[in-house]
Protein backbone atom coordinates (compact mmCIF):
# COMPACT_ATOMS: atom_id res chain seq x y z
CA UNK A 1 0.00 0.00 0.00
CA UNK A 2 2.41 2.30 0.98
CA UNK A 3 4.34 1.91 -2.56
CA UNK A 4 0.86 2.44 -4.45
CA UNK A 5 0.70 5.86 -2.21
CA UNK A 6 4.23 6.73 -3.28
CA UNK A 7 3.45 6.20 -6.89
CA UNK A 8 -0.06 7.96 -6.86
CA UNK A 9 2.48 11.16 -5.22
CA UNK A 10 4.98 10.81 -8.32
CA UNK A 11 2.25 10.76 -11.21
CA UNK A 12 0.62 14.03 -9.65
CA UNK A 13 3.79 15.70 -9.68
CA UNK A 14 4.31 14.82 -12.70
CA UNK A 15 1.06 15.74 -14.21
CA UNK A 16 1.38 19.23 -11.96
CA UNK A 17 4.66 20.11 -14.27
CA UNK A 18 3.53 18.81 -17.51
CA UNK A 19 0.43 21.72 -16.69
CA UNK A 20 2.31 24.51 -15.20
CA UNK A 21 4.94 23.95 -17.96
CA UNK A 22 7.33 25.66 -15.20
CA UNK A 23 10.19 22.98 -14.58
CA UNK A 24 13.63 22.95 -16.36
CA UNK A 25 15.66 19.84 -17.46
CA UNK A 26 17.35 18.15 -14.93
CA UNK A 27 21.21 17.37 -15.71
CA UNK A 28 20.55 17.47 -18.99
CA UNK A 29 18.26 14.44 -19.44
CA UNK A 30 15.53 16.60 -20.33
CA UNK A 31 15.77 18.75 -23.97
CA UNK A 32 13.93 21.76 -23.96
CA UNK A 33 13.67 23.60 -27.29
CA UNK A 34 13.90 26.77 -26.02
CA UNK A 35 16.74 25.51 -23.43
CA UNK A 36 16.03 27.66 -20.18
CA UNK A 37 18.73 28.50 -18.13
CA UNK A 38 16.49 29.01 -14.69
CA UNK A 39 13.57 27.56 -13.08
CA UNK A 40 10.21 29.29 -13.72
CA UNK A 41 7.52 29.54 -10.59
CA UNK A 42 4.69 28.33 -10.66
CA UNK A 43 2.57 31.23 -11.96
CA UNK A 44 5.53 33.35 -14.15
CA UNK A 45 4.42 34.47 -17.53
CA UNK A 46 7.98 36.20 -17.96
CA UNK A 47 8.24 36.02 -22.15
CA UNK A 48 10.13 33.20 -23.37
CA UNK A 49 13.74 33.18 -25.66
CA UNK A 50 13.45 34.31 -28.83
CA UNK A 51 15.03 31.03 -31.18
CA UNK A 52 18.28 31.99 -33.53
CA UNK A 53 15.66 30.64 -36.51
CA UNK A 54 13.42 33.02 -35.94
CA UNK A 55 16.09 35.62 -35.73
CA UNK A 56 17.34 35.09 -39.16
CA UNK A 57 13.99 35.03 -40.13
CA UNK A 58 13.02 38.17 -38.90
CA UNK A 59 16.49 39.76 -40.52
CA UNK A 60 16.15 38.03 -43.93
CA UNK A 61 12.31 39.78 -43.69
CA UNK A 62 13.75 43.29 -43.23
CA UNK A 63 16.67 42.86 -45.72
CA UNK A 64 13.92 41.66 -47.97
CA UNK A 65 11.57 44.99 -47.22
CA UNK A 66 14.43 47.19 -47.92
CA UNK A 67 16.10 46.05 -51.00
CA UNK A 68 12.39 46.01 -52.68
CA UNK A 69 12.47 49.59 -51.25
CA UNK A 70 15.86 50.57 -53.10
CA UNK A 71 14.70 48.83 -56.59
CA UNK A 72 11.43 50.57 -56.70
CA UNK A 73 13.49 54.40 -55.89
CA UNK A 74 15.69 53.29 -59.07
CA UNK A 75 12.74 52.38 -61.16
CA UNK A 76 10.68 55.56 -60.15
CA UNK A 77 14.03 57.87 -61.08
CA UNK A 78 14.69 55.55 -64.41
CA UNK A 79 10.53 56.31 -65.26
CA UNK A 80 11.21 59.98 -64.10
CA UNK A 81 13.88 60.36 -66.66
CA UNK A 82 11.73 58.36 -69.49
CA UNK A 83 9.27 60.55 -68.89
CA UNK A 84 11.24 63.85 -69.23
CA UNK A 85 12.36 62.52 -72.52
CA UNK A 86 8.56 61.82 -73.76
CA UNK A 87 7.48 65.23 -72.74
CA UNK A 88 10.13 66.65 -75.58
CA UNK A 89 13.07 67.85 -73.56
CA UNK A 90 15.23 65.06 -76.31
CA UNK A 91 13.95 66.49 -79.86
CA UNK A 92 13.88 64.52 -82.35
CA UNK A 93 14.40 66.33 -85.63
CA UNK A 94 11.91 64.86 -87.61
CA UNK A 95 9.02 65.53 -84.93
CA UNK A 96 9.37 69.53 -84.82
CA UNK A 97 7.13 69.63 -88.02
CA UNK A 98 4.07 67.85 -86.72
CA UNK A 99 1.70 69.12 -88.77
CA UNK A 100 3.87 69.48 -92.19
CA UNK A 101 1.73 68.94 -95.34
CA UNK A 102 -1.60 69.01 -93.26
CA UNK A 103 -4.37 71.25 -94.69
CA UNK A 104 -4.69 74.59 -93.18
CA UNK A 105 -1.09 73.98 -92.31
CA UNK A 106 0.56 76.42 -95.41
CA UNK A 107 2.74 73.61 -96.13
CA UNK A 108 0.82 71.90 -98.90
CA UNK A 109 3.21 73.80 -101.60
CA UNK A 110 6.73 72.30 -99.81
CA UNK A 111 8.45 75.24 -99.57
CA UNK A 112 6.87 76.37 -95.86
CA UNK A 113 8.69 76.31 -92.88
CA UNK A 114 9.00 78.73 -89.72
CA UNK A 115 11.33 81.26 -90.24
CA UNK A 116 13.49 81.15 -87.02
CA UNK A 117 13.42 77.03 -87.02
CA UNK A 118 17.38 77.11 -87.56
CA UNK A 119 17.97 80.34 -85.24
CA UNK A 120 20.11 78.03 -82.48
CA UNK A 121 20.90 75.28 -84.44
CA UNK A 122 24.91 74.35 -84.17
CA UNK A 123 25.98 73.28 -87.84
CA UNK A 124 27.58 69.39 -87.32
CA UNK A 125 29.75 66.94 -89.67
CA UNK A 126 26.90 65.20 -90.53
CA UNK A 127 25.70 64.06 -94.07
CA UNK A 128 22.23 63.20 -94.58
CA UNK A 129 22.14 59.83 -96.14
CA UNK A 130 19.02 59.25 -98.45
CA UNK A 131 17.57 62.68 -96.98
CA UNK A 132 14.55 62.31 -99.39
CA UNK A 133 13.44 59.24 -97.19
CA UNK A 134 12.89 61.32 -94.42
CA UNK A 135 9.58 62.73 -93.60
CA UNK A 136 10.46 66.56 -93.93
CA UNK A 137 13.60 66.26 -96.72
CA UNK A 138 15.89 68.91 -96.25
CA UNK A 139 14.05 70.63 -93.27
CA UNK A 140 14.81 67.69 -91.17
CA UNK A 141 18.37 67.19 -91.97
CA UNK A 142 19.26 71.16 -91.23
CA UNK A 143 17.34 70.89 -87.68
CA UNK A 144 19.73 68.50 -86.89
CA UNK A 145 22.59 70.51 -87.81
CA UNK A 146 23.83 68.21 -90.52
CA UNK A 147 26.06 70.52 -93.58
CA UNK A 148 25.26 68.10 -96.27
CA UNK A 149 22.00 66.63 -98.28
CA UNK A 150 21.60 63.89 -100.53
CA UNK A 151 19.37 63.77 -103.49
CA UNK A 152 18.84 60.59 -105.75
CA UNK A 153 18.07 61.39 -109.01
CA UNK A 154 16.15 60.53 -112.17
CA UNK A 155 16.00 61.77 -115.79
CA UNK A 156 13.50 60.02 -118.35
CA UNK A 157 12.74 60.40 -122.01
CA UNK A 158 11.11 63.47 -123.14
CA UNK A 159 10.99 65.02 -119.41
CA UNK A 160 13.00 67.59 -118.36
CA UNK A 161 12.22 66.98 -114.89
CA UNK A 162 14.78 65.45 -112.40
CA UNK A 163 12.66 62.84 -110.18
CA UNK A 164 14.20 62.55 -106.49
CA UNK A 165 14.02 58.83 -105.10
CA UNK A 166 15.96 55.89 -103.68
CA UNK A 167 14.15 53.57 -107.05
CA UNK A 168 11.87 54.09 -109.44
CA UNK A 169 9.16 52.85 -107.25
CA UNK A 170 10.10 55.11 -105.20
CA UNK A 171 9.21 58.25 -107.47
CA UNK A 172 6.31 60.65 -107.75
CA UNK A 173 5.58 63.34 -110.05
CA UNK A 174 5.63 65.77 -106.97
CA UNK A 175 9.16 64.99 -105.47
CA UNK A 176 11.46 66.77 -107.80
CA UNK A 177 14.90 68.20 -107.50
CA UNK A 178 13.62 71.85 -107.90
CA UNK A 179 10.35 71.65 -105.63
CA UNK A 180 12.23 69.21 -102.77
CA UNK A 181 15.88 71.08 -102.44
CA UNK A 182 16.72 73.94 -105.39
CA UNK A 183 14.10 75.95 -104.55
CA UNK A 184 13.38 75.15 -100.75
CA UNK A 185 17.16 75.89 -100.46
CA UNK A 186 16.95 79.22 -102.37
CA UNK A 187 13.67 80.89 -100.24
CA UNK A 188 15.52 80.25 -96.95
CA UNK A 189 18.68 81.66 -97.68
CA UNK A 190 16.82 84.93 -99.42
CA UNK A 191 14.61 84.55 -95.61
CA UNK A 192 18.83 84.35 -93.67
CA UNK A 193 19.18 87.06 -96.02
CA UNK A 194 16.65 90.11 -95.59
CA UNK A 195 17.44 92.96 -97.81
CA UNK A 196 15.95 95.79 -95.08
CA UNK A 197 16.87 99.19 -93.87
CA UNK A 198 19.03 97.39 -91.87
CA UNK A 199 20.93 94.65 -93.66
CA UNK A 200 21.17 95.01 -97.64
CA UNK A 201 24.09 92.03 -97.46
CA UNK A 202 23.67 88.34 -99.42
CA UNK A 203 26.59 86.61 -97.51
CA UNK A 204 24.53 84.14 -94.78
CA UNK A 205 24.36 81.07 -95.50
CA UNK A 206 21.27 78.54 -93.75
CA UNK A 207 22.69 78.70 -90.75
CA UNK A 208 22.16 81.59 -88.15
CA UNK A 209 24.58 80.41 -85.57
CA UNK A 210 27.87 80.13 -88.07
CA UNK A 211 26.26 81.87 -91.34
CA UNK A 212 29.64 81.14 -93.14
CA UNK A 213 29.40 77.55 -93.02
CA UNK A 214 27.88 76.13 -96.68
CA UNK A 215 25.41 73.80 -97.56
CA UNK A 216 26.74 70.31 -99.40
CA UNK A 217 24.07 68.97 -101.64
CA UNK A 218 25.34 65.99 -103.08
CA UNK A 219 23.31 64.87 -106.21
CA UNK A 220 23.44 61.13 -106.85
CA UNK A 221 22.67 60.66 -110.14
CA UNK A 222 20.67 57.11 -111.00
CA UNK A 223 20.47 57.62 -115.08
CA UNK A 224 22.89 57.97 -117.69
CA UNK A 225 25.30 60.52 -116.76
CA UNK A 226 26.00 62.52 -119.73
CA UNK A 227 22.16 62.89 -120.57
CA UNK A 228 21.42 63.42 -116.60
CA UNK A 229 24.21 65.99 -115.54
CA UNK A 230 23.01 69.01 -118.22
CA UNK A 231 19.46 68.78 -116.36
CA UNK A 232 21.22 69.04 -113.47
CA UNK A 233 23.21 72.16 -114.14
CA UNK A 234 20.36 73.87 -115.76
CA UNK A 235 17.86 73.30 -112.67
CA UNK A 236 20.56 74.87 -110.35
CA UNK A 237 19.56 78.03 -112.10
CA UNK A 238 17.57 79.43 -108.84
CA UNK A 239 20.73 79.22 -106.87
CA UNK A 240 23.18 80.08 -109.11
CA UNK A 241 20.85 83.68 -110.56
CA UNK A 242 20.73 84.55 -106.86
CA UNK A 243 24.99 84.14 -106.78
CA UNK A 244 24.20 81.23 -103.81
CA UNK A 245 26.31 78.54 -105.42
CA UNK A 246 30.27 78.14 -104.78
CA UNK A 247 32.04 78.27 -107.80
CA UNK A 248 35.54 78.37 -109.80
CA UNK A 249 36.97 81.30 -111.15
CA UNK A 250 40.48 80.98 -113.01
CA UNK A 251 41.67 78.22 -110.83
CA UNK A 252 40.23 79.71 -107.62
CA UNK A 253 37.36 78.48 -105.49
CA UNK A 254 35.07 81.28 -104.26
CA UNK A 255 32.90 79.53 -101.47
CA UNK A 256 29.40 80.47 -101.41
CA UNK A 257 26.19 79.35 -99.61
CA UNK A 258 25.69 76.15 -101.15
CA UNK A 259 28.37 73.69 -102.76
CA UNK A 260 26.84 71.41 -105.44
CA UNK A 261 29.10 68.32 -105.26
CA UNK A 262 27.99 65.25 -108.50
CA UNK A 263 28.50 61.80 -107.78
CA UNK A 264 27.32 58.32 -108.86
CA UNK A 265 26.98 58.65 -112.65
CA UNK A 266 27.83 61.96 -112.97
CA UNK A 267 30.65 61.94 -115.29
CA UNK A 268 34.19 63.53 -114.06
CA UNK A 269 35.24 64.92 -117.92
CA UNK A 270 31.43 66.96 -117.93
CA UNK A 271 32.38 68.60 -113.95
CA UNK A 272 35.63 69.96 -115.31
CA UNK A 273 34.79 70.99 -118.91
CA UNK A 274 34.65 74.33 -118.18
CA UNK A 275 38.03 75.37 -117.16
CA UNK A 276 37.55 79.13 -116.43
CA UNK A 277 34.71 79.03 -114.79
CA UNK A 278 32.21 76.08 -112.78
CA UNK A 279 30.05 75.69 -110.01
CA UNK A 280 29.59 72.25 -109.33
CA UNK A 281 32.28 69.94 -107.87
CA UNK A 282 32.90 65.97 -108.26
CA UNK A 283 33.01 62.87 -105.62
CA UNK A 284 36.44 61.94 -106.32
CA UNK A 285 36.93 57.76 -105.49
CA UNK A 286 38.77 57.50 -102.17
CA UNK A 287 39.55 53.95 -102.21
CA UNK A 288 42.13 54.52 -105.48
CA UNK A 289 43.61 57.53 -103.28
CA UNK A 290 45.27 55.64 -101.04
CA UNK A 291 49.01 56.21 -99.97
CA UNK A 292 50.86 54.19 -97.37
CA UNK A 293 49.97 55.75 -93.96
CA UNK A 294 54.22 54.40 -93.02
CA UNK A 295 55.67 56.17 -95.63
CA UNK A 296 56.51 59.63 -95.21
CA UNK A 297 57.66 60.00 -98.76
CA UNK A 298 54.88 58.71 -100.33
CA UNK A 299 53.73 60.24 -103.33
CA UNK A 300 50.00 60.04 -105.40
CA UNK A 301 49.38 58.63 -108.27
CA UNK A 302 48.90 60.25 -111.73
CA UNK A 303 44.72 59.38 -111.39
CA UNK A 304 44.90 60.66 -107.95
CA UNK A 305 46.87 63.63 -108.82
CA UNK A 306 43.76 64.76 -110.95
CA UNK A 307 41.59 65.78 -108.45
CA UNK A 308 42.45 68.85 -106.36
CA UNK A 309 40.07 71.65 -104.59
CA UNK A 310 39.27 73.35 -107.51
CA UNK A 311 37.38 70.16 -108.94
CA UNK A 312 36.72 68.07 -106.46
CA UNK A 313 35.03 68.45 -102.77
CA UNK A 314 34.76 65.40 -101.65
CA UNK A 315 36.45 62.21 -102.11
CA UNK A 316 34.08 58.94 -100.91
CA UNK A 317 34.23 55.31 -100.95
CA UNK A 318 32.10 52.14 -99.95
CA UNK A 319 33.61 51.58 -96.27
CA UNK A 320 31.67 47.77 -95.63
CA UNK A 321 33.22 47.30 -99.71
CA UNK A 322 36.51 48.85 -99.64
CA UNK A 323 37.17 48.63 -96.10
CA UNK A 324 35.59 45.81 -94.11
CA UNK A 325 34.11 46.17 -90.40
CA UNK A 326 33.78 42.86 -88.05
CA UNK A 327 31.41 42.72 -84.95
CA UNK A 328 34.43 43.98 -82.35
CA UNK A 329 35.06 47.03 -84.64
CA UNK A 330 38.02 47.38 -87.12
CA UNK A 331 41.28 45.12 -87.56
CA UNK A 332 44.75 46.50 -87.48
CA UNK A 333 45.21 45.87 -91.28
CA UNK A 334 41.74 47.67 -91.96
CA UNK A 335 42.38 50.38 -89.68
CA UNK A 336 45.89 50.87 -92.06
CA UNK A 337 43.24 50.78 -95.01
CA UNK A 338 41.87 53.61 -93.56
CA UNK A 339 44.56 56.07 -93.07
CA UNK A 340 45.92 55.34 -96.40
CA UNK A 341 42.90 56.40 -97.69
CA UNK A 342 42.41 59.55 -95.19
CA UNK A 343 45.94 60.06 -95.91
CA UNK A 344 45.57 60.44 -99.70
CA UNK A 345 42.48 62.34 -99.89
CA UNK A 346 44.07 65.00 -97.37
CA UNK A 347 47.33 65.66 -99.18
CA UNK A 348 44.81 66.34 -102.34
CA UNK A 349 42.87 68.89 -100.57
CA UNK A 350 39.75 66.51 -100.11
CA UNK A 351 37.11 65.64 -97.54
CA UNK A 352 37.13 62.51 -96.52
CA UNK A 353 33.42 60.58 -96.63
CA UNK A 354 32.42 57.03 -96.01
CA UNK A 355 29.34 55.64 -96.75
CA UNK A 356 27.54 51.85 -96.56
CA UNK A 357 28.50 52.52 -92.77
CA UNK A 358 26.73 50.14 -90.45
CA UNK A 359 23.56 51.27 -88.61
CA UNK A 360 22.88 48.50 -86.56
CA UNK A 361 24.25 47.04 -83.80
CA UNK A 362 23.85 50.48 -81.85
CA UNK A 363 27.11 49.91 -79.64
CA UNK A 364 28.99 49.19 -83.27
CA UNK A 365 27.86 52.14 -85.46
CA UNK A 366 29.01 54.09 -82.76
CA UNK A 367 32.08 52.44 -82.33
CA UNK A 368 32.97 53.24 -86.40
CA UNK A 369 31.57 56.94 -86.27
CA UNK A 370 34.13 57.42 -83.48
CA UNK A 371 36.81 55.59 -85.04
CA UNK A 372 36.57 57.15 -88.43
CA UNK A 373 36.39 60.49 -86.47
CA UNK A 374 39.22 60.04 -84.31
CA UNK A 375 41.31 58.61 -87.86
CA UNK A 376 40.63 61.75 -89.45
CA UNK A 377 37.15 61.40 -91.73
CA UNK A 378 35.29 64.90 -91.60
CA UNK A 379 32.09 64.12 -92.35
CA UNK A 380 29.75 61.12 -91.27
CA UNK A 381 27.69 59.38 -93.30
CA UNK A 382 24.38 59.09 -91.27
CA UNK A 383 20.54 57.52 -91.48
CA UNK A 384 19.71 58.51 -87.60
CA UNK A 385 19.77 62.59 -87.41
CA UNK A 386 19.29 62.22 -83.47
CA UNK A 387 21.37 59.86 -82.49
CA UNK A 388 24.55 61.98 -84.94
CA UNK A 389 22.99 64.96 -83.29
CA UNK A 390 23.76 64.25 -79.66
CA UNK A 391 27.29 63.30 -80.95
CA UNK A 392 30.61 64.57 -79.33
CA UNK A 393 32.44 65.65 -82.54
Request: proline share 6%; glycine share 8%; charged share 25%.
Amino acid sequence: MENILQSEGKLGRLWNRQNSRDYAPVDGAEQNEYRTATVLESGDRSPRPVSKRRRWSSCLTCGSIWGLGILAAILLISLAFSVKGLLGTEEDPDKVFGNWGEPGSETEGLAHYPTDFLRDVVPIRCHSHNDYWRKIPLFSALRAGCIGVEADVWLFDDDPELYVGHDTAALTPERTFQSLYVNPIAELINRTNPQTQFYSDTRRGVFDYDPEQTLILLVDVKTDGAETWPHVMSQLEPLRSMNYLTYVKDGVVQKRQVTVVGTGNTPFDLVVENSTYRDAFFDAPLARLWEDPDDPNSTPTKEAAAYDPANSLYASTSLLENVGVGFGGFSDDQLRRIRGQIKGAHKQGLKVRYWDTPGWPIGLRNKVWHTLLEEGADILNVDDLESASKLDF
